[in-house]
């Protein structure tokens, strides 16, 4: 929220000599965001006048409209003539008075402006629009000041848009609403700087008479349980907003509109109250606050035909049939999504004569869920969700209705309603020395009492008012002094001893509360999952690739992208109740879904050679897992409610994955590079297992069918006879769908389906010369060279020392349907020097049997 400090010092005191920098302390030290505290007259710098055209000639033969201009400027240019300048806006005429920066001015942004030759004339400065002088985001158009403006071409134009004020910008908290008004941000500034502070919500306003306003039926107190009203008659539909109100408004980001909207929107600032005018004589008959009926049409202000649902409010014109039996015939038609977003059909329009003023008390989560719905984040919708006071509505009438009479003229209607169903504050038990115990601050009760009082609370001690209150929130701790705290109207937050605490600390000072580190109990450094991971991590990125970190959130559409099988148990996800984006509402079941769209996004900026990885859990809901137990924060939940939670939270084992696509060796001038393909993706995950500390010897490599993979590309690595992961190529389709490169290679693992690593002895280093020995095996091509591999590694026996394959050969000798394996045999004894008969003797042990379990001959026998 953006707001001027002198729009504040109506309703506190504040300093006179207040600094930006002071400005900003004082609300960070209350917990409030500060975005920026900005002095105007330091933004612009150099001559900026009123000025007001005297012509205007429209030039053509251009891609948009220009106009040049001869604009009076006074004395200020230096010689009194017309200051000619070139201009693209066009929601200014001959007469209006302008805001004019003269060659020599500075700009925000540091944008320099200068005399230059531009459209075929010369244009010596600038008119100015409401964003080039950084007062907010406007751009449709200049700044066309009011008639009503004194001032005259020439004059300092600083003070009359508002360049003289300081602008602070802050970012509330979601529990704060009450801050989103100056009301709110005055009262916060009170307590910092210990001054006086006169409350606007607590202006006297007229209450409720028998005779209504207008006729209104509310038929959900819930979701509405205060609506108040009041009519004024005989406005006069060509009254402009005052020109305090429309810089004001500037100030703060909202664009003025006309007098009667412009009246909703700075009561709705200075309050927090959001409010709406109609125009009665658009209504036709009397207003019903009910919820919709699903399926109902409403064209908002936005211009914008919006499809409700049963949980929306709305307001109805009982006037009109509703063509939806199932509303009733006295339901009405929509007229305005309550809270949210007024209606077309009764809006404030240029002939509008006679204004309804509503001002009304909505309930928040309806609210929230409402905006979210139709994605309309209105100001009043920020501030409903967040919670508004509910003792404002008549006070913000009566505000409203003083503004529009004073500046548009009519009268004010003598009736006023006010529908009032809104329930007393929840009184909360506070212990004395909670803040105390809690904070590790030696607060006293008479400051704890004298602090929340300061806040707006209504503190009562004794055990006998506590008694006659059985409904308050909290436990009077046992012999000690307790406070019955009310909260006040406007603080719907507060509603638990901890509230309590939290407004202790905050409005003593934050600085108070000392700085002391806990002392870290001895621990036994990392666990062995831990250190495992960190293996692979370190591992991965030593080969190159580079790790990811997803967000866990994926589509329900991406189980059909990588072509999982309708029985698979990765179409099964976790939805989330509130997902950050409705196009993600699930929890990821594979790692590829996230890993593979950072793949998409970095090809798409350019990068072709890509290697990536990423650990992280996964999530496969419980089989008839139900809802968690409720669990309150009264007290610590029992071991078996957490045990009934835990039973319901998804198993969420931890996976390593990576993909790659592009070059893994690149070419150059030394050569042609290598493609990545699906044996780096089975190399990468060898080199898991092996840094996870699982010998080769018990890993198997097995081809196998399994989605999103190739299926004559894909395989299965097993621990022990348990698949722990896939490997290789993807699946055609999938690389299609995803749009990705051909040949994109992928790997999962699981981590956690990864047994520990062993206790290993370390090896004994033999000194003795090796034995190398080099077999060709012909096999058939269904082979796999994994299970050849660990044929000749059974049969060799404890003398060989390591197996490497180092060729592959495929031709018309060898006969069709099949091939030559190369392997490396390095045979070696940890006492001796072998012979070359025992060399020779433990070669043929492993060739006999790779010859007994898959037919394998040598080659060239």
């Keep these: 929220m953006r707001v001027s400090v002198s729009w504040l010092r109506e309703y506190v005191d504040l300093p006179a000599h207040l600094t930006p920098a002071d400005l900003e302390q004082s609300l960070v030290g209350l917990g409030l965001e500060v975005e920026s505290v900005v002095d105007l007259a330091a933004t612009v710098t150099g001559p900026l006048v009123v000025g007001e055209v005297r012509e205007i000639e429209e030039l053509t033969g251009f891609k948009k409209p220009i106009r040049f201009c001869r604009v009076d400027v006074g004395d200020a240019n230096g010689t009194g003539e017309l200051q000619e300048i070139v201009c693209g806006a066009r929601n200014f005429a001959v007469g209006d008075r302008v805001v004019v920066i003269l060659p020599g001015g500075v700009l925000p942004g540091d944008f320099a402006i200068g005399a230059r030759r531009t459209y075929g004339r010369n244009s010596r400065g600038m008119i100015c629009s409401v964003k080039e002088l950084g007062l907010g985001d406007d751009h449709a158009g200049i700044i066309v000041l009011p008639d009503s403006s004194p001032a005259k071409p020439g004059d300092d134009a600083r003070p009359v848009v508002g360049l003289d004020d300081v602008v602070v910008e802050v970012e509330l908290t979601p529990d704060r609403g009450y801050q989103m008004s100056v009301r709110g941000i005055a009262r916060e500034l009170s307590h910092a700087f210990g001054v006086a502070f006169r409350d606007p919500g607590l202006a006297s306003a007229p209450a409720g008479t028998e005779a209504p306003a207008y006729p209104v039926e509310v038929r959900d107190p819930v979701g509405c349980d205060r609506f108040a009203a009041r009519m004024v008659r005989g406005v006069n539909p060509a009254a402009p907003s005052p020109a305090w109100m429309v810089q004001r408004l500037t100030t703060a980001g909202i664009r003025s509109l006309s007098l009667p909207v412009d009246i909703t929107n700075y009561v709705m600032l200075e309050l927090g109250q959001p409010m709406h005018a109609f125009d009665a004589d658009r209504i036709t008959g009397s207003l019903v606050v009910r919820r919709a009926v699903a399926g109902e049409r409403l064209t908002t202000l936005d211009g914008v035909a919006r499809t409700l649902v049963a949980e929306d409010m709305v307001i109805c014109d009982a006037g009109l049939p509703n063509p939806d039996p199932a509303a009733g015939a006295d339901a009405g038609v929509p007229i305005s999504l309550a809270a949210v977003m007024g209606g077309e059909s009764s809006e404030v329009v240029a002939e509008t004569n006679n204004v309804l003023f509503e001002a009304a008390h909505w309930d928040p989560v309806m609210v929230g869920r409402t905006a979210r719905r ?193 029985d698979d148990a990765r179409r099964r996800a976790v939805r989330l109740a509130n997902p950050l984006s409705e196009e993600e509402p699930a929890l990821r079941t594979t790692l590829l879904g996230p890993l593979l769209g950072a793949l998409r996004r970095n090809l798409g900026r350019g990068q072709r050679d890509l290697a990536l990885y990423e650990i992280g859990t996964v999530f496969h809901p419980r089989a008839a897992a139900g809802s968690p137990p409720a669990m309150g924060v009264e007290h610590r939940p029992s071991d078996a409610e957490f045990a009934a939670a835990d039973a319901v939270l998804p198993e969420q084992p931890r996976h ?196 007994e379990r898959f037919g394998a001959t040598l080659r060239g026998v």
Excluded at 670 to 679: D, L, S, T
Excluded at 769 to 782: K, N, R, S, T, W
């Design 656 to 851: 390593v994955a990576v993909v790659l696509a592009g070059e893994v060796e690149p070419g150059g001038w030394w050569g042609e590079g290598r493609p990545a393909g699906w044996a780096d993706a089975v190399a990468a995950a060898r080199s898991v297992l092996a840094a996870a500390g699982i010998p080769a010897d018990r890993v198997t490599v097995r081809a196998v069918e399994h989605a999103p993979w190739h299926p004559g590309r894909c395989a299965s690595l097993v621990v022990d006879g348990v698949a722990v992961g896939f490997a290789g190529e993807l699946h055609p389709a999938v690389v299609a769908e995803l749009e990705l490169p051909r040949r994109t290679a992928a790997m999962e693992l699981d981590l956690d389906a990864v047994p520990a690593a062993p206790v290993r002895q370390a090896p004994v280093l033999s000194s003795f010369p090796p034995a190398l020995i080099d077999v060709a095996l012909v096999v058939e091509v269904d082979v796999p060279v994994a299970e050849v591999q660990g044929a000749l590694v059974a049969g060799a026996g404890a003398l060989l020392e390591s197996v490497r394959l180092f060729d592959v050969y495929v031709g018309a000798q060898l006969g069709a349907g099949r091939r030559s394996l190369a392997y490396q045999l390095i045979f070696r004894a940890p006492d001796r020097t072998l012979t070359v008969e025992e060399a020779v003797a433990a070669r043929d042990a492993a060739v006999a049997c790779a010859a």
């Design 374 to 566: 139709h994605r309309l984040f209105s100001a009043a919708a920020k501030r409903w969700e967040r919670g508004v006071d509910p003792a404002l509505p008549l006070v913000a009438v009566e505000r409203a209705v003083r503004l529009l009479v004073e500046h548009g003229g009519g009268a004010a209607g003598a009736e006023i309603l006010d529908i009032d169903h809104v329930s007393a504050p929840t009184p909360v038990v506070l212990p004395a020395d909670l803040p105390a115990r809690r904070v590790g601050v030696a607060y006293s009760p008479d400051r704890v009492a004298a602090l929340l009082t300061e806040v707006g609370c209504t503190v009562v001690t004794g055990p006998d008012r506590l008694a006659a209150d059985p409904g308050a929130v909290g436990v009077a701790a046992g012999g000690a002094v307790s406070f019955l705290v009310t909260p006040p109207t406007w603080r719907p937050d507060l509603t638990d001893p901890a509230d309590l605490v939290e407004e202790v600390v905050r409005l003593d000072g934050y600085d108070r509360v000392p700085a002391v580190l806990p002392v870290a109990p001895a621990g036994r450094g990392l666990t062995w999952q831990q250190r495992r991971q960190r293996a692979v991590a370190r591992m991965l990125a030593d080969q190159g690739y580079v790790e990811v970190l997803s967000a866990p959130f994926v589509s329900v559409e991406l189980a059909d992208q990588l072509g999982l099988p309708a």
